[in-house]
């Protein structure tokens, strides 16, 4: 199993940052390897919720299937995958630093067969998605006026 981590701070309240973050549907906004995101009721998540996600992991298109584990609202979001060709597990954290808000995406993959051998790679590939991942969705949410009302309509 492997485990890839990065942090950023961004610059907005607490709330503001997870009324975007908290909301996968949210995701195509600022994931670079996900092509479609599908939750099977709307607004931020819930413990139970189901996710349809397609995705670009090992240089395939997969889509992977999860459920919400764990919704704590302005604290954590986790999932897992379910009946997937991947087994693994995400969560974001977020915290309060002062007026800004520092987020944590995490995720856990574990490897089969010929994945575990190009383990040291995907590390880095992660690594690297991830920063960039994280660095858009705090771009997008310091960059926009009112980002809660603003963003979601770019995925109209």
């Known amino acids: 199993m492997i485990t890839v981590r990065h942090s950023e701070l961004i610059r907005l309240p607490l709330t503001e940052v997870y ?6 549907e949210y995701d195509m906004l600022w994931r670079s390897n996900l092509f479609a995101m599908q939750q099977d009721a709307p607004g931020l998540a819930r413990s139970g919720m189901k996710l349809r996600q397609e995705v670009r992991l090992f240089d395939q298109e997969m889509t992977i299937l999860a ?4 919704a704590a609202p302005n604290r954590r979001t986790a999932h897992e ?8 597990w995400e969560q974001r954290l977020f915290e309060r630093v002062d007026k800004e808000t520092r987020v944590t995406y995490e995720m856990s993959l574990e490897l089969r067969g010929w994945q575990r051998l190009m383990a040291p790679l ?3 590939q992660l690594q690297r998605q991830f920063r960039n ?9 310091e960059d926009t006026p ?3 009302i603003e963003l979601p309509k770019r995925l109209l």
């Open 19 to 24: 009324g975007l973050l908290g909301c996968y």
């Open 67 to 70: 459920e919400v584990t764990a």
């Open 81 to 88: 995958s379910v009946d997937s060709p991947v087994e693994l």
């Open 122 to 124: 995907l590390i880095h």
């Open 133 to 141: 991942d994280l660095i858009r969705a705090k771009q997008l949410l």
């Open 146 to 148: 009112n980002p809660l």
